[in-house]
């Protein structure tokens, strides 16, 4: 996959060739995963509630995806949502983002993922065979028990795989292939578009950003 990733962007990556190549990579993983079951559905957020590391084209494509979708109003509405979450949960892990339930400020009212069509290959990676488990294991409560949930090792195999596979392409034809959290790597493509022309020409975002 990685040959395909540097073929792809080696003869100079525009926003929409990195759009196209993110596409295509989880696609290839989920045609390695039809037909594998689990129990996740729209509308069942337990595990939304996680930390999600996103590598910086990912960001961009959901900033950038955003962008074409909500209007002014929204777009600043949400902007606001992520830099509250920044300050409150940037220095949280899983357990006391469980405890505080502190869920991705992407996530719609209704329990659904907003950028559905092109969230993260982590959050592609992760399915529950089984949503009661999700349920006890993301409850907000202090225990030494330890919360298992049944899930589909092969399916985050291959999704860490192609996650692996486009930060080597990216490595390899010079772009930043850092990972950053979620909601910082949005905001900041979304309060500096600039961001993206700069990725691009395969200069390194402020180390602020990871701060
Ligand atoms: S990006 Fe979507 S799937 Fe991933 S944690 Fe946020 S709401 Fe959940």
New binding site residues.
């Given amino acids: 996959m990685t040959e395909r990733i540097v073929e792809a962007l080696g003869t100079g990556a525009d926003a929409a060739t990195v759009v196209h190549m993110l596409a295509a990579s989880a696609d290839a993983a989920q045609n390695l995963c039809i037909d594998r079951p689990y129990a996740c559905a729209a509308g069942c957020?337990h595990?939304?509630v996680?930390n999600?590391a996103v590598l910086l084209p990912e960001a961009m494509t959901?900033a950038l995806w955003l962008r074409e979708r909500l209007c002014a109003e929204e777009l600043a509405g949400l902007q606001k949502r992520l830099a509250t979450h920044r300050s409150w949960a940037r220095w949280m892990d899983d357990d006391e983002r469980i405890l505080k339930q502190m869920?991705?400020?992407?996530?719609d009212p209704y329990g659904?993922?907003?950028?559905?069509p092109v969230?993260?290959l982590?959050?592609r990676a992760i399915t529950s065979l089984d949503s009661q488990s999700c349920k006890d294991a993301f409850r907000p409560t202090v225990t030494d028990e330890d919360r298992l949930v049944p899930a589909d090792l092969f399916r985050k195999a291959v999704f860490d795989a192609a996650f692996t596979a486009v930060a080597s392409g990216l490595r390899q034809v010079g772009l930043d292939d850092r990972s950053i959290e979620?909601g910082t790597g949005v905001l900041a493509f979304l309060e500096h578009p600039e961001f993206m022309e700069r990725f691009l020409a395969g200069e390194r975002l402020p180390q602020a950003l990871w701060l």
């Fill in positions: 957020p595990c939304c996680l999600v959901i869920s991705c400020p992407l996530l659904g993922c907003s950028v559905h969230r993260p982590a959050c979620l």
